[in-house]
């Protein structure tokens, strides 16, 4: 059994003390100074964040708007050079296998980006959706790391360290800039409903552009945070982690995102007449948020009980809310027990404790 991988930020972790697990075949920081902390420190200042294990899988060539196009639920061929789209790579039966971020660097050239455990099923489905077209296919993973800073101080941290204007830097963008005197491809993006951006960068330039961050950071309460914490960031902010609420088994409709499944494209795509029939009739169930004012959490794999006790779902993400000061949870139900309001009961390990439906996302940040 081989070694996980270690980024490039390794020894800067392990200098600040980290906390290390084994994710998707590498080492990663799961806390820092505690969990609570660094998730306060991203809610009110600004966290720095290692996200090297993500996967990035370039396509171009002149046709590589059109491979995307059928390729990925997306419209491709829309995203002007400089900005980007949340998507999703679908199977046949319109089950999702990666949901994505996808950059169009250039006219014919777009960088798809992947969650870390299934860096290899996107690229490889992708190479060979791809390959009927004029477009080229390469997993670009070894060619980046991948640092965060997110939170409300995010563009103060940032803003002294590059030439680019930020308030220019639309959300959901990608440009080629320079970072600390690094290039990179800054992006405006982010998993965990704070304002923030994305730097690419290579391999060789990750802990000089880190060290800049953390110095420039230094005066705004700047912290790092690692996976534990960004678990909860996501979940308060309502978005989905592969694995959980997303799967091959299910379709985006299900998880409430049928908005990103453009049907109305002209071409064909990769599962489009399953997901056309899905769209025509509601899924039998949904994903909802959960709240709870008793002290235990829902936590994923627990049942989801109706008033009188019958089974009608799955908690699939669950946790205390360092924000909102009650545990939160999301989960798939029947459609028929989804309307924000309805009191439900989880069974926590064998004690039926009251939920209630809430409308999604449990936190929303101030504009």
Not at 63 to 71: I, N
Not at 72 to 85: E, K
Not at 131 to 159: C, E, M, T, W
Request: proline fraction near 5%; include cysteine; aromatic fraction near 6%.
């Amino acid at each position: 059994m081989s070694s996980p991988r270690q980024t490039p930020l390794h020894e800067v972790h392990a200098s600040l003390g980290a906390t290390f697990t084994e994710f998707a075949g590498w080492q990663m920081p799961l806390r820092y100074s505690g969990d609570t902390a660094e998730h306060n420190a991203v809610r009110t200042s600004a966290g720095l964040f290692d996200l090297t294990h993500m996967g990035e899988i370039l396509i171009s060539g002149p046709q590589a708007a059109a491979a995307l196009d059928h390729a990925l639920v997306a419209n491709a061929s829309a995203i002007t050079p400089g900005r980007a789209r949340y998507t999703m790579l679908c199977n046949e039966a319109g089950g999702v296998l990666d949901d994505l971020i996808v950059y169009r660097l250039a006219e014919q050239e777009f960088l798809v980006v992947a969650n870390a455990a299934n860096v290899r099923v996107v690229s490889d489905e992708l190479a060979e959706r791809v390959s009927r077209f004029d477009a080229r296919h390469a997993n670009v993973s070894d060619d980046y790391a991948l640092i965060a800073v997110q939170g409300p101080k995010a563009v103060a941290i940032l803003a002294p360290l590059t030439d680019t204007d930020l308030s220019t830097v639309k959300y959901y963008a990608g440009y080629r800039t320079t970072v600390a005197g690094k290039d990179v491809l800054l992006a405006r993006t982010g998993y965990t409903g704070e304002d923030g951006f994305e730097l690419f960068t290579a391999p060789g330039d990750a802990v000089a552009v880190w060290q800049a961050l953390a110095e420039s950071g230094a005066e705004h309460d700047l912290k790092p945070a690692g996976l534990s914490c960004r678990d909860t960031l996501r979940l308060e902010a309502g978005m989905p982690l592969y694995g959980n609420e997303l799967s091959a088994e299910l379709t985006p409709y299900h998880a409430n995102l049928g908005r990103v499944v453009k049907l109305d494209k002209e071409v064909d795509f990769v599962g489009k007449s399953a997901l056309a029939a899905v769209a025509e009739k509601p899924t039998e169930r949904t994903l909802v948020g959960l709240t709870t004012d008793q002290r235990r959490a829902p936590r994923h794999g627990y049942r989801v009980l109706d008033a009188e006790g019958a089974e009608i779902g799955e908690v699939t993400s669950g946790a205390p809310s360092p924000t909102l000061g009650h545990p939160i949870g999301l989960a798939y139900v029947d459609r028929e027990h989804s309307e924000p309001g309805t009191a439900l009961q989880v069974d926590i390990r064998g004690r039926n404790v009251a939920v209630q439906v809430v409308e999604l996302p449990f936190y929303r940040r101030n504009a």
